[in-house]
C-alpha cells in the first residue's frame, strides 16, 4: 500500500510546488516590487540532481504531482533534460508547469516529450499595449504564440491564469471567459493577492463574486465537476464551450481546510504554507550529506507545524514571507 504524507490536521499532502529559480525574464507589476528584487546567487541555488534526489524523497512518502515554476522555469539551462528524469521518479504521476508563456513557442513539443502533462499560463491583458504595462514588456505574440504551440504539441491540460486587478483589467474578463467557448483552454480568474507590501493596494482587489457576476453578463455558467487534480477553483463551462471558465478566491474566501501542498524554493527552503514562517532548510541537510532516512523525517516533523488556516493581514499588505517571484506562487 502506498504510503500518505499528512500534516498535523490531517490534510493528505501529495502536491510539490518546486521553484528552479527566482529569475524571471519579465517584471510584472503585482509580483515584483518597483525596485526590483535581491536574486539569489546563482551557486546557492539546489543544483538538478539535488532536486532529483529530494522528489525521490518526496515521492517515496506520498507525493503523486510535481509542479515546476519560479521565477519563469523555462530560462533554467537544462529544464527540459531535468524534466525527463523527474519523469522517472518513481511516485510521481503527474508533472506540470507555471510559465508566462515567452519561450513556450520553441519548447513545447520538448516539454510535451519530456513528460509535462498539465501546463498553466499566466496571462493579464489581450492588449498588446497593457500587456506591456503590466509585465514590462512587449511579449503579448509570444505568450499567444506559446499558448498555441503548447496545444498543437498535445498537451491536454492547458490552463490560462488571470491576475484581475480592478482598474488594470477587469475590464478584459468577458473577452477572456469568451475565449473558453471556442477554443479547449481553462480560463482561470485569480483575486490580486499582496505579493509584497510594496505592490499591495486593497482597493484593486476584484472579489471573485463580481468577477463571476461579470462573466454571466455573457452567458449561463453551468457548474463543473472537478477533475482529480483541479485545485482550488470553482469550474464552469458556458452551454456549447470547448472549455471552461474558473474562478479562484485566494484572498476572499481560502481553501486552507483543503490544502495539499507544499513548495520548495529553488534555494532548499522548504515552505509548509505560503503564508507561514515554519520553513525547513533542506538545502543544509543535502550539503551535510544527511541520509534520505533524516531527511523524510525532517519533512514530517516540519508538517506537522503546518498552518491550519494561513495568517494573511490583508489590510497591512499580508505577511508574504516570501517575494512571489521566489516561490513561484
Known sequence: MREELKDGHGRRIEYLRVSVTDRCNLKCAYCMPPGGVE????????????????????GKVGVRKVRLTGGEPLIRKGIVGFIRQVNKIPGIEQIALTT?????????????????????ISLDSLQKERFQSITGHDGLTATLEGIDAVIKAGVKSVKINMVVIKGVNDDEVEAFADMSRRRALQIRFIEFMPATPE???????????????RVERIGKLIPCEKSQWGGPAEIYRFKG????????SAVSHHFCAECNRLRLTSTGELLTCLFGDNNLDLKSMLARDASGDEIEAAIKASLKHKNKVRDMAIKQGGNLRRVMTCVGG
Open 39 to 58: 536574486l539569489s546567487p546563482r551557486c546557492d541555488m539546489l543544483r538538478f540532481k539535488d532536486l532529483i534526489r529530494l522528489i525521490g524523497i518526496f
Open 100 to 120: 508566462n508563456g515567452q519561450l513556450l513557442n520553441r519548447m513545447a513539443g520538448n516539454l510535451k516529450e519530456a513528460g509535462v502533462k498539465r501546463v498553466n
Open 199 to 213: 505592490v499591495w493596494d486593497e482597493s484593486r482587489l476584484a472579489l471573485m463574486s463580481d468577477v463571476k457576476k
Open 241 to 248: 464551450a470547448v472549455g471552461e471558465v474558473g474562478f479562484i
